[in-house]
C-alpha cells in the first residue's frame, strides 16, 4: 500500500478536490490510504470563531462559522451531482451544531482553552475528508472515511499531542488494514487524534505530514506521498529567489534538517517514522502531477558536501547569557534546559564559551518568562531578534570550503551568531529579519548558479516555483 497525503493548498475548491482525487485514481493498484488537511485556511478560521467568541459575542463568531460552513456547502453542491447523498449535507449541520455549542461554552465561561481549541478545529479536517470521499465516489472510486480519533491514539497534550505509536499501529492494523485489503480506499483526517478516552487533540500545525507518516509506518507501506503546492523541496522556499530549483533526491537528514530549519514543506516530525521502517517520501505537485518531485529515503550517492538547499527560519531570539562569578557556564545547561522546556520553549542552535553561551530560540509569548527565571542566577544582554538562515546538505557543515565561501559570500551583513560544528548537515548564520532576503539571495546564488550539478537539481520553469 502507499500513502497519499494533500495538504491544504492542494484541497481549496472543487476544481482542486477533483484533480486530488484524480490524482488518487491513477494510483489506485498500489493500494492507496489517503489523508487529507482542513481545506484552505479553514484551521485558522475555525480558531478565529472561538477568539470572536471570547472577545466579542457568540452571534459574531457564529456569522463567520456560517461562511465556513458555506464554503463546504457550495463545494459539496458541485460534487454531490451522481448520486446526491443526503448525509453529507446533514453531516456538516451537525459539525456546526458541535461547533455552535462549543461557542457557547466559551462565551459562557470566558476561556478558550487548547482543550476547546482541539474540540474545534479538527472540525476542518472532518470537513474535507467528508468532501473528499464525496468527490471520491463521485469519481466511481470507493473511498471510505476513517475517523481519526479512533486510530490515532496521543496524549493529552492539547495542540501540540503526541502519538502513542504501539496503539496506533494496532489500531492502523485492525482497522484501516482489513478497508484496504478490500481494495477499498481510507480517507483518513490528518492532523487531528484522541486520547485514549476519546477526546479529540491534535499534533500541531500542519501535523498531517506527520500523520501521513505514521500510518505509512504502521501499515508498511511502499511510499508516503506528500501532495502540495511546489514541486518538491526546493533549493530555497523563501520568497522572491529567482532560478529556485527542485531537488531530486534527499536523504532522511538533509529532509529532516531542512524541516528542523523551518522549510514548511514538511512538518519536523515527519521524518522519524519513515526512518524507522525504512520507507521513501516523496513531495509532489498537485497541480503537476507528471513532475517527479522529490524523493527521500535512505542515503543519497554521490552528494556528499554539497549544499542541497538555503532553509530560512523566521521569528528567532538570540539570548546571551554569562554566569556570574568565576563559574563555567555549563554548570548552568541543566537549570537553562529545563526552564525552556518548562515553558516549551524550543531552541534552535546553542553554543557556549567559558562563562558565556548563546541560544537562539523561537520566538514565542512565553519567552518573557523564560528570561525572567534565568536572569535570577545569570547575566543577560538585551537579547535580539532575527532568522536562521541555513545551508544544508550531508556533509556540508563539515566542509569547511563551504563556510567559508559562505561567509564571503555575505561579508557585509551583519552575523548575529553563527554556532558552527554541532551538526555535519548543515551551517546555519542568525542575521536580522532585514537581511534576510540579500542574505538567501547572496548564498542562493553562490551555490546554485554556476556548476550545479546536473541530476541533482530540476530547474523550475520560469520564475515560479510551481
Ligand atoms: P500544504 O498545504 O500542502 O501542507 P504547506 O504550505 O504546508 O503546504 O507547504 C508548502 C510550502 O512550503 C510551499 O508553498 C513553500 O512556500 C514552503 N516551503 C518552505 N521551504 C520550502 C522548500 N525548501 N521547498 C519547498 N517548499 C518550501
Ligand atoms: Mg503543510
Redesign the pocket.
Known sequence: MIVMK?????LQDVESIRRAVDIVAKQQDRNPLVVV?AIGATTRDLLHLGDLALSDSVDAARVSLASVAQRHRDILGELNGRPPDPSAGDKISAYVDDITRLLQGISLLQEFTPRTQDAIIAHGERLSSLLFVTAARDAGLDAVSIDAGGVVITDARFRAARPDREELGRRARNTIAPVIAENRIPVVEGFIGATPDGVTTTMGF?A??YTASLLGAALNAAEIQ?????G???????AGVDDVMSIRELSFDEAAE?SFF????LHPNTIEPAVDKNIPLR?LHSACPERKGTTIFGSTSNTRGVVK?I??QDEVVVVRLRSPHATPIHRAFWSIGETLDRHEVSTHLVASSGRRAVLVVAASRQLDRVLAELEQTLELSPSEHGVIVSLVGEDVGATPEIVSRATSAIEDVLILTAPYGASDTSVSFVVRQENADEVVMKLHTTFFDKDVRPGVFVRMEGKT?S
Open positions: 494533500f495538504g491544504g493548498t492542494s488537511s500542519e498531517s505530514d506528500i501532495w502540495t503546492d511546489v518538491g523541496m526546493l533549493t530555497t522556499g523563501h531542512m523551518g522549510a514548511k514543506v513531495v538547499s532553509a530560512v516555483r
